[in-house]
């Protein structure tokens, strides 16, 4: 049965009219209300208090206009009609209210903190830093083991370049399986769980795993190369006698 255009009763105030309904909000987003209300038809005592921060502002600005120009000449507008006030007016983009609410202490739903961002970015960091560490002993370990295959591919006429490639197409190789399979996997994870429950859902692309491919053969390649490297310019002579 429709509810449009039917009275609500709110206390002792007067009867609105439902104007809409609209779908539940998701929970992950920040507007969260009961009902919306006009402005316009609020008690003027309310509407008249300054200091009244029941509800927050939203204002559109210019695309080409600054916020922090804006924010610092709104700044001491309270001064105007309450002289004695020390409460200051702020602009805060939306796409920030996540992130950035916390320090400045408003009560606002599911609020984030960038700090937690920054936390675990430097973990991911540091873990990349472990695997890079993993891959040189890998490779330290694999072109040992392979010393005496390499003297003898540089007495046969190998080029060192060769000799570099045959030593990294190996982790190039497995790194590459390892993206292959993660594409499809992270694809749906990502798209079926991790965004779900966002009321704004980021596009996944294919660039996305295009450049994260790149960039793991790079840190791959550029890891490895330095005992690739080493190996390869080890003199033979050496490596056979003691081999």
């Given at each position: 049965m429709s509810q449009l255009e039917k009275p609500l009763k709110s206390g002792?105030?007067?009867d609105v009219i439902v104007a809409g309904v609209i779908k539940n909000i998701p929970d992950i987003s920040h507007l969260q209300f009961n009902f919306l209300f006009p402005y316009r038809d609020l008690d003027e005592v309310l509407r008249a208090d300054w200091h009244n921060t029941m509800y927050y502002t939203y204002i559109l600005l210019n695309k080409k206009t600054n916020y922090n120009y804006v924010s610092e000449k709104?700044?001491?507008y309270l001064k105007t009609p309450t002289p004695?006030?020390?409460s200051s007016l702020y602009l805060q983009p939306l796409k920030k209210i996540h992130l950035y609410s916390t320090p400045l202490r408003l009560p606002v739903a599911t609020a984030g903190n960038i700090l937690y961002v920054n936390i675990f970015t430097?973990?991911?960091?540091?873990?990349?830093?472990?695997?890079?560490i993993n891959f040189v002993n890998l490779t330290t370990a694999r072109s040992g083991n392979r010393a005496?295959?390499?003297?003898?591919?540089?007495?046969?006429?190998?080029?060192?370049?060769?000799?570099i490639s045959l030593l990294?197409?190996?982790?190039?190789?497995?790194v590459a399986i390892a993206n292959l399979i993660a594409w499809p996997v992270g694809y749906f994870l990502v798209k079926n769980y991790f965004l779900q429950n966002y009321a704004c859902k980021t596009k996944?692309?294919?660039?996305?795993?295009?450049?994260?491919?790149l960039g793991s053969l790079l840190i791959a390649i550029f890891t490895v190369s330095y005992?690739?490297?080493?190996?390869s310019l080890a003199n033979p002579v050496k490596t056979l006698k003691y081999e």
């Open positions: 002792n105030q007067p709104i700044s001491d004695e006030s020390t430097i973990l991911a960091l540091f873990i990349l830093f472990i695997a890079c005496k295959e390499i003297g003898i591919r540089k007495v046969l006429g190998a080029s060192i370049s060769g000799i990294s197409k190996e982790f190039v190789k497995w996944i692309g294919l660039e996305i795993f295009i450049f994260s491919t005992q690739s490297i080493k190996a």
